[in-house]
């Protein structure tokens, strides 16, 4: 397998139809994904409601813009239909990928794997011809493209390979592997479910099962996928696996998004089949197309293309790893957590409570952190060193501001992980107001003390 | 390899869904009984506790009218005492901000201190008030009757005066007539509401936001933090301003009660969190018993331990807070009262909600 990809023919042609679904399926996810976020009352409890926001290092001038908040949702969901229909495509992919992106800068609060997933799936379509085939713009043209290069589809499979892969390893460790954690924690607790909630979801057995069958999932299924002969079975376990995990957890349309983009490994014919059905039953449309053999990039674009993406997947192959970097508990300091593809493997709870220190006499106050946080900024923040660090900030900056002086600023911390007992966080001795945002290690995290130790990735 | 690799698959999941089937048999139930601890908080310790604390206010309601009919020595410790023993009382009822108490906003009409006492005077000088309004929160309840009956005046026979031969006598009798029958009304609509929706509470189990069972426990969490900790300790001591705040004592016009209510709200906290009966050492199915069902005895004894622990570090303080915070270093031994109180927010906030997996809130979320 290996060997094949430096054997990899960037000459070959393939089928549009896979990519041109994807697109279709993509856009369409992402709209009803911005009308369900809007229709929850998100935006506004998300972004509009708290008074302060965290941010990404380096990224504190992206911030909610007010009621205009509402248009970059409005021009984000509307570039997506775009996308889907595949109309004036590369502006509406360029528009969706930066209002996105915008959107998920605007606040790490929200942070969740499954948005960093559509921004990067995002980016690889800006480059892509995904309305070559089967789009307005084809429509416009009356040309469509039958063929296009084949790494344009084989650079969407090889993000998911990246996925999948990197949740599995990250999946060998002692506590997913040998605790059944957290699953022991979330699985009991749906016990309201029907059927399976009293009994199944209580047993030991069953939070072992799921454990180890998700590692096998995340490590298999990419391969599966890619053999004709797998492929209808694994596309089997996709569906069922994710259709399962949005049963029992709260992860809105990742399960969907993901069930969808499995589709792009299947052979053109069933792709052909969803347009066909479409073309018939929705569109009720016989137009023909001049239909042109092939798609071919420039040389040029071609090369660019092919450099730039050469270097983001070799950058999205190595930053799942960087956790390597740091010392201390991965789990613990989450120096190098987010953007790893960890999803669902811990649960983390934390108490963080602050004292303003007045640096020259001793006197202190405490902090109501519901007076500056909203219950669920202060449930990330209070087990997240990042978030504590920069919140320390923000309450030294608003306190120097109110006329106190020589602030500093200490935190009490507990932090209880995958079902240890609570011990303390942040070194309490520590002003966080002296400490600088960086990515090195922060060493006023103290070390993970539990006699239960975490082996493994 | 990869067709070892899909048997190997196939094969965990047959034996998942082989033995699942099996698992699925009727009447068979491993999860916890919390419709059964619902039962025990109900019917043990909620439903009693309001039927004491509503006869402790009809009693506080005759003792008043004796009162205000006549206003002499006798009667007004008669009404002291009743207003001292129906207090206690309530500290075992202000946890539960549940079902009409929510709706009614129960406790801010029945324990906000410190008293506005410029609000109060106002109100008996002008006699045009509403008691059902926001702004009189700070104007009734037990602390507005504490400066009624203890803060009028430095002395009884001052006190008595006010009621006896003072200007606005009838003014302050009337005050007196409707913060007692405001409490009154309250109660008895709280606590009949709650015995009405008793089924529906014990059978509203499920893990969302709004099931009885979440909505109780964040309910007492919260109040163990707020109404507890911060405003009994750590308002008064300082923890949050720049400066101890004495006068914001529970009590403080008695002044030597402050400890006492504060220990008999945590003696409440405790017994609800272990399902002790009220007024009984009898004790049910609890949160405690939750805990220990979950394999969490590390935090269903840790939580009861660090109870214990800070009720005697209270029990070494002064009767009256405002006392204790005024004395000479006193004020560490309130700040000490309070961290020990903090160290069981931290077991009952993180480690307890952890085991429970109640969320505080709905929105996405994939576990990081």
């Known amino acids: ?457 | 390899m990869f067709k070892r690799i899909l048997l190997l698959f196939v094969a965990i999941v047959t034996i998942c869904a082989c033995s699942s089937s099996e698992e699925i048999a009727p009447e068979q139930v491993d999860s916890f009984d919390r419709s059964a601890m619902m039962k025990n908080i109900a019917d043990n310790i909620i439903i009693p506790a309001y039927e004491d604390f509503n006869s402790k206010m009809s009693a506080l309601k005759i003792v008043g009218e004796t009162f205000i009919t006549t206003p002499n020595q006798s009667n007004l410790d008669a009404l002291r005492a009743s207003w001292f023993a129906a207090y206690k009382t309530w500290q075992s009822v202000e946890m539960f901000d549940i079902g009409k108490a929510e709706e009614l906003q129960f406790k801010f009409y029945m324990n906000v201190y410190p008293v506005t006492v410029n609000d109060i005077e106002d109100n008996i000088a002008n006699e045009s008030y509403d008691l059902n309004s926001v702004n009189n929160h700070d104007a009734q309840g037990f602390p507005a009757l504490d400066y009624l009956l203890h803060g009028l005046a430095d002395t009884d026979v001052a006190i008595l005066d006010k009621y006896t031969t003072g200007e606005n006598k009838d003014n302050y009798k009337n005050y007196i007539s409707a913060v007692l029958g405001q409490m009154n009304t309250l109660t008895t609509s709280v606590a009949s509401d709650f015995k009405a929706q008793r089924n529906i509470f014990v059978e509203s189990t499920e893990n969302t936001a709004t099931s009885s069972v979440n909505k109780l426990i964040n309910d007492y969490i919260f109040y163990y933090e707020k109404g507890l900790r911060a405003n009994k300790f750590g308002i008064p001591s300082g923890i949050f301003s720049s400066t101890p705040l004495p006068e914001k004592v529970e009590g403080r016009y008695k002044n030597n009660v402050s400890k006492e209510l504060a220990l008999d709200a945590l003696t409440a906290v405790k017994n609800l969190f272990e399902g002790r009966h009220y007024n009984s050492s009898e004790t049910g199915l609890s949160f405690k018993a939750y805990l220990i069902k979950l394999n969490r005895t590390d935090i269903a004894t840790g939580t009861s331990s660090q109870f214990n622990t800070a009720t005697a570090q209270i029990e070494a303080l002064e009767n009256s807070f405002a006392t204790q915070i005024g004395r000479m270093g006193g004020i560490t031994g309130m700040t000490r009262s309070y961290d020990e109180l903090q160290k069981a927010v931290v077991l009952l906030k993180v480690d307890m909600l952890q085991a429970f997996n109640i969320s505080v809130d709905y929105v996405d979320a994939d576990g990081d």
């Not at chain 1, 992106?101 to 606040?107: K, P, S």
């Not at chain 1, 990246?162 to 979330?186: E, H």
């Not at chain 1, 050469?310 to 957590?337: A, D, K």
């Not at chain 1, 920069?390 to 030294?396: I, Q, S, V």
């Open chain 1, 1 to 457: 397998m290996f060997m094949n990809i430096f054997k990899y023919n960037f000459k070959e042609q393939t089928n549009a139809a896979p990519l041109a679904i994807f697109r279709l399926f993509f856009g369409f996810m992402m709209f009803a994904s911005i009308v369900r976020f809007w229709a929850n009352g998100w935006i506004e409890k998300l972004y509009l409601t708290p008074k302060f926001q965290f941010s990404y290092l380096g990224f504190s001038w992206i911030k909610p813009i007010g009621d205009y908040t509402y248009l970059l949702f409005i021009i984000c969901g509307v570039s997506a239909v775009f996308v889907a229909i595949g109309y004036k495509y590369r502006i509406a992919i360029i528009i969706f990928f930066l209002s996105f992106l915008y959107i998920e800068l605007m606040d790490k609060t929200t942070y969740l794997n499954h948005y960093y997933f559509i921004s990067i799936v995002s980016f690889l379509l800006l480059f892509l011809p995904a309305n070559a085939y089967f789009s307005v713009d084809a429509f416009l043209r009356k040309k469509q493209y039958q063929q296009i290069p084949k790494w344009t589809i084989d650079s969407l499979k090889l993000m998911l390979f990246i996925i999948y892969l990197s949740a599995g390893f990250v999946k060998l460790n002692s506590d997913w592997l040998f605790r059944a954690m957290p699953l022991k924690i979330w699985l009991p607790s749906k016990y309201d479910l029907p059927f399976i909630g009293e009994n199944l979801l209580q047993q030991n057995w069953f939070h072992f099962a799921m454990s180890w069958s998700g590692m096998f999932y995340d490590l298999t299924i990419p391969f599966l996928l890619m053999y004709k002969r797998t492929r209808f079975v694994a596309f089997l376990f996709v569906v069922f696996f994710h259709v399962f995990t949005r049963v029992l957890f709260p992860i809105g349309m990742f399960p969907f998004i993901m069930i969808v983009s499995a589709l792009i490994f299947f052979d053109a014919t069933l792709h052909h089949k969803i347009i066909n059905f479409i073309r018939k039953y929705i569109l009720k449309s016989k137009t023909t197309f001049l239909l042109v053999p092939n798609f071919y990039f420039s040389k040029l674009k071609s090369k660019v293309v092919l450099a730039l993406f050469t270097v983001f997947f070799i950058v999205q192959i190595l930053l799942p790893w960087r956790s390597v970097l740091y010392p201390g508990e991965l789990f613990w300091t989450e120096e190098g957590y987010r953007f790893s593809w960890r999803v669902m493997l811990m649960e983390k709870a934390g108490s963080t409570n602050f004292k303003i220190v007045n640096l020259d006499t001793g006197a202190y106050f405490r902090v109501h952190n519901t007076d500056f946080l909203t219950a669920f900024q202060e449930k990330q923040m209070s087990y997240q060193p990042d978030f504590i660090l920069e919140y320390a900030h923000f309450l030294g900056d608003h306190f120097t501001k109110q006329g106190h002086k020589n602030v500093g600023v200490f935190a009490e911390s507990y932090v209880a992980l995958n079902g240890r007992l609570s011990t303390r966080f942040i070194d309490k001795k520590v002003d966080l107001y002296q400490q600088k945002a960086s990515f090195k290690h922060k060493k006023w995290i103290l070390p993970f003390q539990s006699e239960i130790k975490i082996k493994g990735i």
